[in-house]
Every structure is written in C-alpha cells, then in structure tokens.
C-alpha cells in the first residue's frame, strides 16, 4: 500500500451525510471553495477535494494539517492546510461570504455560529453534524453539555439560513453515534 493510500485510509470514511450531498457539494463549489471548519485530519477535506474541488482545510492542530499536506487529491482538487485556533478571538481568519459551502463534523463551539452563516456566499450550502445529548447512552464521544446539541437547537442554529434537510438521531456508519445533521443554504439575495 503506497503511503498516500495509507493516510487516506487513516482518515476513516466520511460520514453519509456527506456522501449524500456530494453532488450540491460539487455544484456549490462554483461559488467558492469549500471549508472544512475544524478538519481534523481531513475526514471530509481529502474526499471534497478529492471530487476535483478546492478545499480550505481549518485547523487549531498544526500536525493534522502537516498530514493533509502529504495527500494528493485526485482530479484536480486542491487542499489548503489553514493553522487557526477557532476558538480563540474574533472570528475564524477568512472571508465573509467566500465560500461555497462549509462543512463541519463532530465539532462544536456555540459563539462561532453567527461567523459560520457569514462565511457562506449568497446561495452556498452548510452541512454540520455533531452530537447530541442522546451520545452519552452510548458511552463514547463527548460528555459535557458544552460540546451536545439539545433537542432541535441545530435547527434553530443559523436563523439566516433556509434549512434543506434536517435529522436528529443514530447515524448509519460502522460504529453509529447520535447526531443531529443540517444541509442548509444562505439566499442567494439578501
């Protein structure tokens, strides 16, 4: 196995709720890049540019990026490794309006939502899935309320934004958690 292979597969596979939106995810790319917000080692960095897009892939974890910047993405797609402490001060060091679509996974930090709506360019896509308090029964993943959504509080998340697709519960993966899982799109005028 070549080492590329190697990292690829240390990544795990991306979560279905993003394999389900491959297609918006290509056709919102025409707006912007995409931004892994908190990418980690590139779950759904490597795959979004592996479908030939440009990808900006954020990170407060200076190692993980160094890894993503062994990957090379096949069809033309382009990884940009970006080292930034999301949850530091201010807002996350990109531009307002920029991006096609925003994808965040597994993470959360309340104070950044208003941030994470304004980086959407007018018609651009958000997928966020993360934990919700319905994780603790299975034992793994984070305990503490800061880091669970409640019932129904993605949806009520990002105000500014048209809710596509909304889900709260098992996920269906190889080792399922509870989630909740937004697709939703900034209007295109406002």
């Known amino acids: 196995m070549s080492r590329d292979a190697e990292r690829r597969a240390a ?40 479908l030939g897009l440009p990808v900006v892939a954020l990170d407060r974890d200076r190692e993980a990026l160094a890894t993503l910047t062994q990957v090379v993405p096949t069809r033309g797609g382009r990884l940009l490794p970006v080292a930034a402490d999301l949850e ?6 990109l ?8 994808l965040v996974f597994r993470y959360l930090h309340r104070p950044l939502f208003p941030a994470i709506e304004a980086l959407l360019a007018p018609g651009g896509l958000l997928l966020y899935e993360t ?6 029964a299975l ?17 009520r998340a990002f105000p500014g934004l048209e809710i596509l697709d909304y889900t709260e519960g098992p996920t269906a993966e190889a080792r399922p958690a509870h989630t909740a899982r937004l697709l939703a799109r900034r209007p295109a005028s406002r």
Do not use: N
Not at 12 to 26: D, L, M
Not at 131 to 136: G, K, N
């Open 11 to 50: 990544l795990g596979a991306p979560s279905p709720h993003f394999t389900a939106q491959v297609e918006r995810i290509r056709r919102a790319a025409a707006l912007g890049p995409i931004l892994d917000l908190a990418c980690g080692h590139g779950r759904h960095a490597v795959p979004a540019a592996d």
């Open 88 to 93: 530091g001060r201010g807002a996350p060091p």
């Open 95 to 102: 531009r307002p309006g920029g991006f096609g679509a925003v």
């Open 131 to 136: 934990f919700t308090l319905d994780q603790r």
């Open 139 to 155: 034992g793994w993943g984070p305990g503490r309320d800061a880091f669970l959504l409640g019932p129904g509080e993605l949806a």
